[in-house]
């Protein structure tokens, strides 16, 4: 499965942007999703987590409650709403898949993954 990372820019401070996620090659409900994102001089970050068929989601403490991970299998594509955004939510926002459910402690290493998108840059400054 190739990914698609869409949707980033330049977003004011408490302002919102939605990342997309577009598979092909493969259809996507076969796949588990993982956003991470990198900002620079540091390591990579997971994010979100989504299964497969939805339902199941799991986020990093620093996003919960401000971003909402989703899938539309139907579309092959998942997202991430990231609202009330911080200058500190500034990086390279990537999405990954695998086929593998993941669980709690798995699910935010990126090693875990198999797939990965090109990155989408998300800047958060006034």
């Known amino acids: 499965v190739q990914l698609q990372a869409s949707g980033g820019g330049l977003v004011q401070p408490g302002g919102s942007v939605r990342l997309s996620c577009t598979a092909s090659g493969a259809t996507l409900d076969a796949y588990n999703i993982g956003w991470f994102r990198q900002a620079p001089g540091k390591e990579r970050e997971g994010v979100a987590y989504i299964y497969y068929r939805g339902g199941r989601v799991f986020y990093t403490a620093s996003v919960r409650g401000r971003f909402t991970i989703s899938r539309d299998n139907a579309k092959n594509t998942a997202y991430l709403q990231m609202n009330s955004l911080k200058p500190e939510d500034t990086a390279t926002y990537y999405c990954?898949?695998?086929?593998?459910?993941?669980?709690?402690?798995?699910?935010?290493?990126?090693?875990?993954?198999?797939?990965w998108g090109q990155g989408t840059k998300v800047t958060v400054s006034s």
């Open positions: 990954a898949a695998t086929p593998r459910s993941l669980i709690l402690s798995s699910w935010s290493l990126a090693g875990s993954y198999d797939f």
